[in-house]
């Protein structure tokens, strides 16, 4: 989501909307590989005259495509940075109301209660039960498991 703001804040006005529309088309394409083709348009269409949108956009283009290396049902998590940013816009905000916490150690313990308490509010992983494949380093393509697919394939040939 903030390499939408980053591309769009490189581009004029009139053309954001649009290029959004580009951008998260992008974003939510089906596979690694109508991804990489929606990039390459986008830097067909906005790189001439504004080249540097296409560049920010074009620079980071394995980081942007990483979670289609991710079960399917985790892209939705891995496309946002709510995670990270929701607890800790918790937190920010009770601070900012103590005025200071007063020491360092106050401040971090304030800060750890309130992170413990949001945590009883977050939603649970789509997809938790692949949490274990995916720290066991099992590969997936297009947020597919790559055994299952191969033993589709054999199957298929028998």
């Known amino acids: 989501m903030h390499k939408i703001g980053n591309v769009l804040d490189k581009l004029p006005k009139g053309l954001q909307a649009k290029a959004k529309r580009a951008l998260r088309e992008i974003m939510y394409a089906e ?25 920010c956009l074009v ?8 979670h289609f290396d991710f079960p399917a049902e985790h892209w939705l998590h891995i496309r946002t940075t709510n995670p990270v940013e ?3 816009a918790t937190v920010r ?45 099992v590969r997936f393509v297009d947020g597919m498991h790559i055994e299952r697919q191969e033993k589709k394939e054999r199957k298929d040939a028998a």
């Open 31 to 55: 596979t690694r590989e109508d991804a990489d083709e929606l990039i390459d348009r986008f830097a067909t269409v906005y790189g001439a005259k504004h080249p540097k949108a296409a560049a």
């Open 59 to 66: 620079d980071d283009r394995e980081a942007l495509l990483t």
């Open 93 to 137: 905000l009770r601070q900012r109301v103590t005025k200071g916490a007063g020491t360092r150690t106050k401040g971090l313990t304030m800060a750890f209660k309130l992170l413990e308490m949001a945590e009883q509010r977050w939603r649970r992983l789509n997809g938790a039960h692949l949490l274990p494949l995916v720290r066991a380093g």
């Open 86 to 88: 929701s607890p800790f």
